[in-house]
């Protein structure tokens, strides 16, 4: 019997397709600890997005449009 490992893939969107309310995993660079935040707005600029979250610490980031942003559970 073929037993299957059940797929555990993360979903990932454009930063551009980001909207208010969604989590998503802030990574600063490849390598360092990541920690989830939740989309209070976004502001489309011509190469980027600034993305305002919920966060008092970290309250603004910055992506390219096209980068691949992983999505976070709810917390």
């Known amino acids: 019997m073929n ?3 059940p797929v555990t893939k993360e979903l990932t969107v454009a930063a551009e397709e980001l909207i208010a309310g969604q989590w998503f995993w802030h990574e ?6 990541s920690w989830s935040l939740q989309v209070a707005a976004t502001e489309l600029a011509e190469n980027s997005v600034r993305i305002v979250t919920t966060d008092e610490v970290r309250e603004l980031v910055s992506y390219a449009r096209d980068r691949r942003v992983r999505l976070a559970p709810a917390a």
Not at 28 to 33: C, I, T
């Open 28 to 33: 600063p660079a490849p390598g360092l600890r």
């Open 3 to 5: 037993v299957r490992e």
